[in-house]
């Protein structure tokens, strides 16, 4: 995917798979549903619900590979976040950062187990979507420019999403209802995805330079490292759990106990 918004499959070999073409500017991972839906949003302001085509799902165990190179996936439904803007007041701006103006998104989505997608948009609205594209409900975050680019982390056992925005730090929302279950306010902005280890300890990272890591449950503060440069990347966790994270000068560094 890139810059013209066109979502190819490729497979392990290399070959083109199939194509769909979406709106321009694709910035995000797309997510994919446990049907076979992929889900991508765009900079148009539009999240795409994508079918691929049907000859790639139906072909037959050990037949010879099929050339879908110029096969199109099937857009099921397209979401607008500007028709769902919330309450609270937009902020917009023309110039940088791409997608100041508030109408897409640039984070990844989540998909729940009953196949709910859970994204965060430029406005500062984070969304739960039903697989069918209606609308479960929204939240809304502090307003900022280019407001919500991670990507939310969902706890284990289903009942939490976690995420950062540009305004207001860190966020815990009732997956069922949307409702704010903590906030943990940083100083600076967050796109660093956070990233959830096995004892439920939330990891994350700001663009003034520090790492964080959180409780889960109630969002109490663990630690706080200054690495001194701002840091956009997922913090890696490592199995002994330790974790790994770049910052924008081109470190990368190892985090561990002590």
Do not use: C
Request: hydrophobic share 40%; net charge negative.
């Amino acid at each position: 995917m890139g810059g013209q918004g066109r979502l190819s499959a490729i497979a392990p070999d290399g070959r083109v798979q199939w194509t769909a073409q979406t709106g321009p500017t694709l910035k995000s991972s797309p997510a994919l549903g446990r049907d076979g839906t992929v889900y991508v949003p765009s900079m148009n302001g539009k999240l795409y619900a994508i079918v691929p085509p049907v000859d790639q799902e139906t072909e037959s165990a050990g037949a010879p590979p099929v050339d879908l190179a110029n096969e199109m996936g099937t857009i099921r439904w397209t979401f607008r976040f500007a028709e769902f803007p919330g309450k609270g007041k937009p902020v917009t701006s023309h110039s940088p950062p791409a997608g100041a103006d508030g109408i897409g998104s640039g984070a990844s989505p989540t998909i729940g187990p009953d196949g709910t997608i859970y994204i965060g948009a430029n406005n500062s609205n984070f969304y739960a979507i039903g697989p069918d594209g209606h609308l479960e409900w929204l939240f809304e975050a502090q307003r900022e420019i280019a407001g919500i680019w991670t990507t939310a982390a969902l706890s284990a056992d289903n009942s939490t999403l976690y995420f950062g925005a540009n305004k207001g730090g860190i966020y815990a929302l009732n997956r069922i209802d949307g409702s704010l279950r903590w906030q943990y306010p940083i100083v600076g902005s967050v796109y660093s995805s956070p990233a959830l280890d096995a004892t439920d300890t939330l990891y994350t990272a700001s663009t003034v330079g520090h790492v964080f890591a959180l409780e889960g449950a109630t969002g109490r503060l663990i630690f706080d490292y200054d690495a001194r440069a701002p840091i956009w990347t997922v913090p890696a966790i490592r199995p002994d759990g330790s974790l790994v994270i770049a910052d924008r000068l081109g470190r990368v560094m190892l985090l561990g106990e002590g």
